[in-house]
């Protein structure tokens, strides 16, 4: 028997959301784009999902609770056979006004080991030493709506040695040193351990006021920015071995386990597996556990991983990252034409701009989103504007 209070999983739901009021967050960016009033405080991440932290609901009801009551008809079986009874991603849409924190996140080995071993010794989930939050992955992809930076992945030893060296400091000379001569991914693991150690506490000072002196040298005013944004954290020197990557609107970057990275300014749609396990390296008051940062961070220097959409005729531009839990698909709505939106599959519809009309009944407007559950009929999308829609990615059972 259906129960009562829970929405039949047979069409799209309109969504109510919540948005996260970080203190890294613009007051006014997503009042802007959606046409709101600001409140006075941050609005950084506006989320849609099935998230225990922040569920979105669908008739008042939390979808986490639709989607574990029944699975099969919200998930469809192959997504519910494949991830359980859990929505498998999240997807955000993020207003970043001063950088997040430098982060990483665990292969779903390691976060395994982790929450059982974190669950093992009694620590509780809303405890701040908490590394572990639950036992999966968190890949992520961030798609531009605005231009957008920030921090990819360890840079070519040889350019950070370069780098390091334009700030003029007799004391960074054995990281340059090490990062010149040394095998890239142990030169990296040593320097990246060294630059986080309190002992580097008065060698951080140094670089800190150098990269306030070296305000005409574009390469470094993105690190000065940095600095003035988290005076005296240990992330600040770690940033610089990092890529700093730009990306215009429509433009995608993928960020796999290991890899580390901060955001650091503009709106984008984000989208990632459904999980909270988080390891921060600095530009942070929160945890920092640097002994199990230093055993997930993959040491390999690597190019940025932009993701390249496939565009169809009619509009819409596939973003389709190594990830089973998601993908996503811009739709560019010009208002001659109707998409049919694929059947069997859970799918978040979000409106960003103009109008999107989903199905006969249901109208989205920028900041509305609807959750089209796996047995509700193929769907037509059409109107004028952007919207953005996740699904689960290509994954084998």
């Known amino acids: 028997m259906p129960h009562p209070d829970l929405p039949p999983a047979t069409a799209p739901m309109r969504l109510a959301t919540t948005i996260r009021p970080y203190d890294w967050g613009s007051v006014t960016a997503l009042p802007r784009l959606f046409g709101t009033e600001p409140t006075g405080e941050p609005q950084a991440e506006l989320w849609m999902g099935a998230h225990p ?9 939390p979808l986490n609770e639709l989607i574990a009551h029944d699975p099969a008809a919200t998930l469809g079986a192959p997504a519910a056979d494949r991830f359980g009874p859990e929505l498998p991603y999240l997807l955000k849409v993020l207003a970043i006004e ?42 992520e992809m961030v798609c531009a709506l605005t231009p957008f930076h920030g921090l990819c992945g360890f840079r070519a030893p040889a350019a950070t040695a370069a780098l390091l060296d334009r700030l003029g400091l007799p004391g960074l000379r054995p990281w340059i040193d ?13 320097v990246f351990a060294e630059m986080l150690d309190d002992a580097a506490r008065p060698l ?19 690190y000065a920015g940095i600095a003035r944004a988290y005076p005296g954290d240990p992330g600040i020197v770690a940033a610089l071995l990092l890529n700093h990557v730009g990306l215009a609107p429509g433009e995608a970057l993928y960020l796999g386990a290991g890899v580390p990275h901060a955001y650091l300014g503009g709106i984008g749609v984000e989208i990632m597996a459904n999980s909270d396990n988080v390891l921060r390296c600095g530009l942070t008051s929160k945890h920092v556990d640097v002994p199990e940062l ?4 993959d040491f390999t220097p690597t190019a940025p991983h932009r993701v390249e959409p496939a565009e169809d005729p009619r509009g819409a531009y596939s973003y389709r990252p190594p990830a089973p839990e998601f993908a996503l698909t811009r739709h560019e709505l010009t208002g001659e034409h109707t998409d049919q939106l694929p059947g069997g599959v859970p799918q978040i519809v979000l409106c960003v701009e103009g109008e999107a009309r989903l199905g006969d009944d249901l109208t ?24 953005y829609r996740a699904e689960p990615g290509a994954f084998t059972l």
């Open 53 to 61: 932290g922040a569920p979105s609901t669908a008739g008042g009801v």
């Open 98 to 139: 001063r950088p997040l924190s430098l982060q990483v996140h665990p292969t779903t080995e390691q976060a395994k080991a982790g929450y059982a071993a974190e669950n093992a010794r009694g620590i509780p989930l809303d405890d701040r030493t908490r590394t572990y939050k639950d036992a999966s992955h968190k890949p």
């Open 178 to 190: 090490a990062l010149t001569t040394g095998e890239p991914g142990a030169a990296l693991r040593r």
């Open 204 to 222: 951080r000072a140094g670089v800190e006021r150098a990269l306030m002196e070296a305000a005409e040298d574009d390469e470094l005013t993105v």
């Open 294 to 297: 230093m055993r997930v961070v």
């Open 364 to 387: 989205l407007r920028p900041g509305e989103s609807a959750f089209v559950p796996a047995a509700a009929p193929s769907v037509t999308l059409a109107g004028k504007g952007t919207v």
